[in-house]
């Protein structure tokens, strides 16, 4: 007992011993040069092998007395310690964001409450006042009610003119502005209505509003930057920079006051958004400075006869228009950025644009969009840049990228607008003034610097731009564009003359998208970059398999173009959505020469459209012409308010949405074309006009109206009778009805498949891929995400994976001896290249009337979007 005691006891005091050594193996101290010689590795490779790690212990005699697994701990816990830092850093970050948008939610809260209490106060004045004149006549109380109105929406007294000549006066301006506009970025002098969809969060773009019941149109927007004051004010007077529709900005004088701060004389000219309305141009005093608590403030109002201060001589071809006291109030963050108030307030003299644009220049929303929002965005963007949130492919630098768009849009604006101190001339007319044609001969400012000897150009003739603009109603502007985007043989495919096109071929920048002699164009798009918010992608398109001439067709070569989209997201309120391109050249430089061309289209709101409608009648898809669902804007301008309405039009237009579509192509031609190329451009035009009144008539949402049917495809037997077919096979193979039979008669066959549940489309009967679908019905063309026009581009083995075509290969010879199959449920993609999921299809030969194999059916059931 005693030795079997004593071995227990050896044994204890051994592993005691044993547990030490662990312990002391665990638990290492590091000397400071240890230290700095792993640190150094770890710089250069966080992870590093088990073989590099032995080779860091013969290479380091200081690290020769520690062992390998030690040195792997080290690094487990030196990446340890580094992903706890950075999560330490970001919770932080978050931190700060969310009590600094906690600070400016308290501060929207009491200035609500300030509100309430205002109109509440306002209320009571008025019921008091009406109780008062309570045994008056009904005039004096509509006296009394019109006169509240106009207190509340002027409630800016009219100063009388000042001595501006002198430093004084203009600071008086000035300190009046600052003052205004703080009671509109802070108080209660404008009502603010929040925009909907814009919730406020540490994420969000911020606190967005747009004004109600005031003299022009207002918007207000707060946020957050993680960018200092000093900085978002230096980017926010570079209006260029950010905003799309600015053309020029002129500081015609400075003038440092004697508080610190600074007053401009302010020029600046503002681009038309369509080809239908004058530019607008505004001459404003600017005063920069800073306040009590460290805040920094940029405030902005025009200089008219009733605000005092020299006004600038009007330009030709402007119309001049008032900015009512606006600006930038940024305050510093605690921990760092910046918390941001931006209000824009303005008077863009709607009265002297025709009454069907008013709604462009009415709108607080599209100010809101275009300008206050955007300002925001683009400091948002910068800050993410400036942290390196954001990456690009390529290797180009953001400020390359932003500038490359900024070009885009601004050539594309100058084409729209044609200003002749640019160099433009309106073309005579072929008769027809749906398309303008106007002409500049200056190549430098096109092409670049390079060209300004027209001696290296001698055939060089200028640059030609055709212009439209035309109403489109109940057509969702971003579901256009993206349309346009995803589909450019939609529009693109029509030939040019062989002369005008010979005259084209020498240049690389001569026809935008152009695709002659009807070669199919596949297109292939590839992201440069994106802002934060997605609501705009630049992009390089290739055009793949481009051809001049058929004896061109062996030597064709890929086309590339600069592609700007924006306003494509359908959630966005009152967004303008836009298509812009231009050639480029496969190297592609950051100065490349680019000759824009492209789509814009801007939502109106009904409200102020009034109660004329555009429109004679829906009609039915196939009843040509007559049908199209847009109007040339040019034959409307002279309609006003009271202008004809269809029989029976009820109130219920005013619900419809209304948008302006304004597209302009840039082709550049030789002297001796000039006139051929006006020929070939406005054709051009003209059929792009045509192909998007198709577009805009298919993607319509009314388009199931009950009275509307599809349109027969070219080759194919009128729809009535197709559907028939359809109905009569299926019944005939299957021994089933795919219809009600009270439905078996007349156009009320086609009308019950067309708005059938289940997705039912056909193909020609060939299984290669050159099976096509020349038919489905609206669930079909939803669950294709396409349209009637567009569907002839699918082909069957596009939408089927893999799986799908082994089975529907294996089932075919079924399908052709027995007349149908069943195929089990799977997966097939949209032509957006969305994966769609379907419970079943039937796939069913459909017989024509001599029984002769005319086309292959399919219906897919309970089909969903994965």
Excluded at 223 to 248: H, M, Q, Y
Excluded at 417 to 437: A, K, L, P
Aim: proline letters at 5%; one cysteine or more.
């Amino acid at each position: 007992m005693a030795l079997s005691m004593h071995r227990d006891s050896s044994n204890s005091s051994g592993s005691s011993k044993h547990q030490q050594q662990l312990d002391a193996s665990k638990y290492v101290r590091y000397t400071p040069e240890q230290v700095d010689a792993l640190e150094r590795v770890y710089a250069e490779c966080p992870k590093p092998s088990s073989l590099r790690r032995q080779q860091l212990i013969r290479e380091c005699p200081i690290l020769s007395n520690i062992e390998p697994k030690q040195i792997k701990v080290w690094f487990q816990n030196r990446r340890c310690r580094e992903k706890q830092r950075k999560e330490s850093s970001r919770l932080q970050t978050v931190n700060r964001k969310l009590t600094a948008m906690n600070k400016l939610l308290m501060e929207e809260n009491d200035r609500l409450q300030n509100q309430v209490s205002h109109l509440v106060y306002e209320n009571g004045y008025m019921r008091q006042q009406l109780h008062t004149v309570n045994s008056t006549t009904d005039t004096s109380c509509d006296s009394v009610v019109m006169s509240g109105q106009q207190q509340q929406q002027n409630p800016t007294p009219q100063h009388p003119q000042r001595d501006a000549n002198s430093p004084a006066g203009l600071l008086a301006i000035a300190e009046e502005t600052l003052a205004e506009f703080l009671g509109k970025a802070t108080g209660t002098a404008v009502d603010w209505v929040q925009m909907i969809g814009m919730k406020p969060g540490p994420d969000s773009i911020g606190i967005v509003a747009v004004s109600r019941n005031c003299s022009g149109v207002a918007a207000r927007a707060c946020g957050l930057v993680s960018l200092e004051p000093t900085k978002v004010a230096e980017i926010l007077k570079d209006r260029l920079s950010w905003f799309r529709d600015c053309r020029c900005l002129d500081v015609a004088s400075a003038i440092p006051t004697g508080n610190g701060g600074t007053i401009e004389l302010v020029y600046m000219q503002v681009y038309a958004p369509t080809t239908l309305a004058s530019a607008r141009d505004f001459w404003t005093l600017r005063y920069i400075t800073s306040l009590e608590d460290g805040s920094l403030v940029i405030c902005e109002r025009s200089l008219t006869s009733s605000t005092g201060g020299p006004t600038g001589p009007p330009a030709t071809c402007f119309v001049r228009s008032e900015m009512l006291p606006s600006g930038y109030l940024i305050r510093p963050c605690e921990g760092g950025g910046s918390i941001i108030h931006i209000v824009d307030h303005i008077d863009f003299d709607a009265s002297s644009v025709p009454e069907v644009l008013r709604p462009l220049y009415e709108s607080s929303k599209i100010l809101a969009q275009k300008m206050t929002m955007a300002a925001l965005r683009h400091i948002r963007q910068i800050a993410q840049e400036t942290s390196g949130e954001v990456q690009y492919s390529g290797g180009r630098q953001p400020a390359i990228l932003r500038a490359l768009s900024q070009r885009l849009c601004r050539g594309f604006n100058d084409a729209v607008n044609g200003f002749v101190d640019d160099g433009w001339s309106i073309m005579s007319s072929d008769g027809v003034e749906d398309v303008t044609i106007a002409i500049n001969s200056s190549p430098s400012k096109f092409l670049g610097s390079q060209y300004n000897n027209l001696s290296m150009l001698p055939t060089f003739g200028g640059v030609l731009c055709a212009r439209a603009s035309m109403l489109l109603q109940n057509v969702p502007p971003a579901l256009l564009v993206r349309f346009l985007r995803e589909h450019r043989s939609e529009w693109a495919d029509y030939g040019v003359d062989v002369y005008s096109a010979a005259s084209l071929k020498a240049s690389p920048y001569a026809v935008p998208c152009l695709k002659p002699g009807g070669f199919p164009i596949s297109q292939v798009i590839l992201p440069l970059a994106q802002t934060v918010e997605h609501e705009e992608f630049l992009e390089v398109v290739r055009l793949e398999g481009h051809a001049f001439s058929p004896e061109d067709i062996a030597l064709s070569r890929d086309m590339y173009l600069l592609q700007l989209c924006s306003g494509i997201d359908e959630t966005t309120t009152g967004a303008c959505a836009q298509l812009v391109f231009a050639p480029i050249d496969e190297s592609f430089g950051d100065d490349a020469p680019l000759l824009p061309s492209g789509f814009r289209v801007i939502p109106l709101e009904p409200k102020s459209v009034g109660c004329y409608s555009f429109l004679a009648s829906l009609g039915q898809l196939h009843d040509g012409p007559a049908a199209n669902r847009t109007l040339d804007l040019a034959s409307a301008l002279d309609v006003g308010h009271g202008g004809p309405r269809s029989a029976g039009e009820a109130d219920t237009s005013n619900q419809n949405l209304r948008s302006v579509l304004t597209i302009a192509f840039q082709f550049t031609f030789e002297n001796h074309y000039q006139e051929s190329v006006a020929a070939m451009a406005r054709q051009y035009v003209r059929s792009i006009v045509a192909s998007v009144q198709r577009v805009a008539m298919a993607i319509a949402p009314s388009q199931l109206s009950s009275h509307m049917v599809p349109k027969p495809l070219p080759g194919s037997p009128e729809a009535v009778t197709l559907a028939q077919w359809i109905c009569r096979s299926y019944s005939v193979h299957t021994g089933g009805e795919l219809l009600q039979a009270d439905s078996q008669a007349g156009d009320a066959v086609l009308k019950q498949l067309w708005h059938h549940s289940d997705a039912i489309m056909c193909c020609s009967v060939k299984m290669n891929a050159s099976a096509v679908f020349t038919f489905a019905n609206q669930a079909g063309l939803d669950m294709l995400e396409t349209t009637l026009v567009a569907l002839q581009d699918i082909m069957l083995d596009k939408i089927l994976d893999e799986a799908g075509r082994k089975i529907l290969l294996s089932e075919f010879s079924k399908i052709m001896q027995q007349g149908f199959a069943y195929l089990p449920a799977g997966v097939c993609v949209s032509s957006m290249g969305r994966p769609v999921s379907y419970e079943q299809a039937v796939a069913w030969k459909v017989l024509n009337d001599e029984d002769a194999n005319h086309c292959l059916a399919f219906m897919f059931m309970n089909w969903s979007f994965v």
